[in-house]
DNA sequence: AACCCGTGGAG
DNA sequence: TCTCCAAGGGT
């Protein structure tokens, strides 16, 4: 039994639904990269980057075999970098537990770093054409409106009835297409602002259901206000090369590369040795600044002052490396670093 | 539960 | 210029 919400649902998507180099893909590891490229990210940025990825990567098992470096250079400009190493570190237990293929086993997905609960509704009903229910921004704002779910739709709570909405409607054997109507739906026509109700297939079925409180929907907790740090980061070139550092494999760009930086809370220039030899063991002699950039990431906003720097002495570190100014491009950097490596490389 | 994790486009 | 937020997951 197909729901009358499902049906004209699916009708739309079969005439207005958008057609995407993943979709149809016979390969569920397609699939696979693309839900997880998508996450929190937009469809016209993944595009390039899953086309490229599918070159370097066409299979799970070329993927397992690749350095964390280079598929951390193809993910660079994406964001969210733990989706690639995850994706990675994933690909090798598909390698050693799964025979190389993506399992279709909803528990052993979901065991797979970096597949949640999204992620395992979406590859189940897309890849697999499961009768699987799935939920992400897109049908939580279009369920919120529609049922006039007053509750927080990101708070447990207001998710769980959002679930059962969607699970409810979910059409037997057309669980991928109505998924993907309904994030279809979402992106062009249930907007977050400015909806383009007109054009939507379930306009009646709103309009009956909603209360007229469409606009005031989905409700979403308050967020929290961006704090702004000051950094100073130490450009050191000798003979052709210039010092390089690697983060942390956790954490903000984690197993990125960057130029060796500390926050500072005075002179940029005047705290930036003591910032230096804080963080990295170095002794440096200031010089004048080559560059500042600003940048807002989601959770604060900083100012990067970089300096060339004149090195007077370095203990032994794994993670700095000195590298030739032509090879930069090789190491994968955040958007700052990158921008910083730019006007080096002229 | 609350917080962390990037980047870019739209208004 | 500034705010919002996008096919979420991990801790």
Redesign the pocket.
Known sequence: MTSRLASRLLNWYRLQGRT?PWRGHPDPYAVWV??IM????????VIPYFEKWMRLFPTVKELAGASEQDVLNAWE??????RAR?LHKASKIVVEKHGGELPRDLKALREL????????G?IASIAFNMDEPTL???LR?VFARLFDVSEAAD??AGEKILWNLTAGHLPRGQAGDYN?AL??L??TICL???PRCLLCPLMEICEARANGTQEQRPV??P??ETPFFTHAAGVMTMNGKVLLAKRPSK????GMWEFPNGRVDGEPAEELESALEAGYQLKVRTGEALVTVQ?????FRVMVHAFRCELVNTSANENLKWVKLEEMADYPM???DRQIARVLHG
Request: hydrophobic content about 25%.
């Open positions: 995407l693309s839900e998508l996450q929190q990210t937009r469809v016209e940025a400009g994406l964001g969210y970098y733990s995850n770093p970096g597949i949640g609960r999204y992620t395992v979406a992400d921004g897109n704002r708070s447990p993907q994030m279809d979402g992106a977050p602002r400015n979403l907790k967020r929290k954490g903000l760009l984690g940048h807002a990431y989601t959770h955040g958007k700052v």
